[in-house]
């Protein structure tokens, strides 16, 4: 015979993999639910006002966090090319992109917003599953580095050429792609070609 669900787990069942203090209330789950759901340990609070099934591996809070409270964010430039190990130094904020003329909410966070223009935004992003259900975007190796060089007099000509040399040593690594991709970036490609041209 089948156990009967505890009213916490049926609660739990209603609920995404990750979700806000507000899409809770409007389920029907009240504050004194969740506050026993996380004593028992069945949801994890990565941050105030979200909540998160518990799992079993650690979740990555802070991502978790952004994603939630910005379904476009984007990781970019430094923090993405970290993570495709494209460059040695850790980035002491994430860099996050977002669409252009969009607001970025307020988090306690260490987070550097960018503003990337909407016709572009989308080329080249990814998805990174953070947990069940949730996502978050995360621009290719190529775009970054065209991002790296179009936006060399912000963050420094060498960012993109240590992570171009890097990228080219990699076994698949297509150059001949990634000019037609930096093609849509005007400001991008000629610096590009250029490089290519020492380091090839």
């Given amino acids: 015979m089948a156990r009967t669900k505890t009213p916490?787990?049926?609660?739990?069942?209603?609920?995404?993999?990750?979700?806000?203090?507000?899409?809770?209330?409007?389920?029907?789950?009240?504050?004194?639910?969740?506050?026993?759901?996380?004593?028992?340990?069945?949801?994890?609070?990565?941050?105030?006002?979200?909540?998160?099934?518990?799992?079993?591996?650690?979740?990555?809070?802070?991502?978790?966090?952004?994603?939630t409270r910005a379904p476009s964010a984007t990781l970019c430039l430094r923090s993405a090319l970290a993570r495709y190990d494209l460059i040695d130094d850790l980035p002491g904020s994430i860099d996050i992109a977002v669409p252009a003329r969009t607001r970025p909410p307020k988090m306690d966070l260490p987070i550097t917003w960018h503003k990337f223009a909407i016709d572009t935004f989308d080329i080249g992003r990814e998805q990174i599953e953070l947990a069940p259900g949730?996502?978050?975007?995360?621009?290719?190796?190529?775009?970054?580095?065209?991002?790296?060089?179009?936006?060399?007099?912000?963050?420094?000509?060498?960012?993109?050429?240590?992570a171009l040399r890097r990228w080219l040593t990699r076994r698949g690594s297509q150059p001949g792609q990634l000019i037609r991709l930096a093609s849509q970036f005007p400001r991008a490609e000629t610096p590009l070609r250029r490089a290519l041209e020492v380091l090839l």
Avoid: V
Avoid at 41 to 67: C, H, S, V, W
Avoid at 152 to 160: I, T, V
């Fill in 8 to 67: 916490r787990e049926q609660w739990l069942d209603l609920l995404p993999a990750t979700f806000t203090h507000a899409r809770a209330r409007e389920l029907g789950i009240s504050d004194w639910a969740l506050s026993a759901m996380r004593r028992e340990g069945l949801l994890d609070q990565p941050t105030r006002g979200i909540y998160a099934r518990a799992a079993g591996e650690a979740l990555d809070n802070d991502l978790l966090t952004i994603a």
């Fill in 134 to 162: 949730t996502s978050i975007g995360i621009y290719s190796a190529e775009r970054c580095i065209i991002d790296a060089f179009r936006l060399r007099r912000l963050e420094g000509p060498e960012l993109g050429h240590d």
